[in-house]
């Protein structure tokens, strides 16, 4: 009957930056956990190419995480997700539930 969401607000920069460690950056994973969820990976990996990359040398986030909380707001919890978030941010191809 419980569904965890974990996210963090930021990624992290592929090159190090001067204190030889990763800076915040643009994409980052979203981890779903519980008896409703299927396993595995859903949405695109962000592209590593240089072309694909932001102006700041970062990857580019290929999922919306309010596609991911209104999964969890229609399916998990029968929530009207359209009424809380304003829009329609619901994505079959981000379906994970059961």
Do not use: M
């Amino acid at each position: 009957r419980v569904v965890i969401l974990t996210f963090t607000e930021c990624g992290r920069t592929l090159e190090a930056k001067g204190s030889r460690g990763t800076d915040h950056g643009t994409a980052y994973p979203v981890f779903a956990i519980g008896e409703r969820i299927r396993g595995g990976l859903f949405g695109e990996h962000p592209s590593l190419r240089a072309s694909a990359l932001d102006r700041y040398g970062d990857p580019v986030a290929t999922s919306d995480f309010r596609c991911v909380y209104a999964t969890l707001l229609r399916r998990v919890l029968g929530a009207d997700d359209v009424a809380l978030l304003g829009a329609d941010f619901f994505d079959p191809a981000l379906d994970f539930t059961l």
